[in-house]
């Protein structure tokens, strides 16, 4: 069974640009959730998506956004970058929705290493 | 809001012997989730361990066990007959029903030969 997919594994982009980065789901996992993974602020929740809707929210202005798909592949859009969103984001696969169920383990892919110049 | 401490930026154990990984967690649920993830040099995340608040019982995964204490909420990680494989940051995690996860600041463990 394949695990979570994340692509690019890179991505360097300048000031004011925008970047989406993607996110495959282990094959029948319904719950996309995103973090961002800096030094300075660890691991922090940016949102999750269960079955193409967004069931939850972290504490991230609006430039940070996503989308899921009917397949359950999921997108994160970052708009105008800034030198502070150089993190590696990683997203974690789920059978069961982290808000709507019960604990389901998170699957979680090696990350994609965003770094802005 | 909960939070999750590791008090521990950095620890090391020679091979083969154990060692405890601290994490305390700050809620005011009675039924919540906590995890303890590897994140070995290649940056994927592992669950290593996994323990339901409801219950007293504490879990073990072949050479991997905590000490659930919830009284005093706090959930350690023991790593038993250390291997050097076992070398990666450690994370601690919370998640109460119908949230998301919540992680400490991490331990980085080196396991040397």
């Known amino acids: 069974k394949a695990g979570v997919t994340q692509t690019p594994r890179y991505l360097i982009k300048t000031r004011g640009q925008q970047v989406t980065l993607s996110c495959s789901p282990i094959?029948?996992?319904?719950?996309v959730s995103w973090y961002q993974q800096t030094p300075g602020q660890g691991l922090q929740f940016l949102f999750e998506y269960f079955s193409e809707t967004q069931r939850n929210k972290g504490n991230f202005p609006g430039r940070f956004s996503g989308r899921q798909f009917s397949n359950s592949r999921s997108e994160m859009n970052v708009s105008t970058l800034e030198l502070g969103d150089s993190a590696l984001y990683l997203c974690?696969?789920?059978?069961?929705?982290?808000?709507?169920?019960?604990?389901?383990?998170?699957?979680f892919g090696q990350g994609t290493r965003l770094t802005v110049v | 809001a909960q939070t999750v401490t590791q008090s521990q930026p950095e620890m090391s154990v020679q091979e083969a012997e154990t060692v405890t990984l601290s994490c305390t967690y700050d809620?005011?649920?009675?039924?919540?989730?906590l995890f303890w993830y590897k994140q070995p040099p290649s940056r994927q995340m592992i669950l290593v361990i996994r323990?339901?608040?409801?219950?007293?019982q504490n879990a073990t995964e072949n050479r991997f066990s905590v000490n659930f204490q919830k009284a005093a909420k706090s959930f350690s990680l023991k790593i038993s007959d250390s291997q050097l494989g076992d070398t990666a940051m450690y994370f601690c995690a919370f998640m109460k029903f119908h949230n998301d996860m919540r992680f400490g600041a991490g331990t980085r463990l080196t396991v040397k030969p």
């Open positions: 809620t005011s649920e009675s039924n919540y989730y």
């Open positions: 323990q339901e608040a409801y219950k007293q």
């Open positions: 094959s029948g996992h319904r719950s």
């Open positions: 974690a696969s789920s059978l069961v929705s982290m808000v709507g169920g019960a604990g389901g383990e998170a699957f």
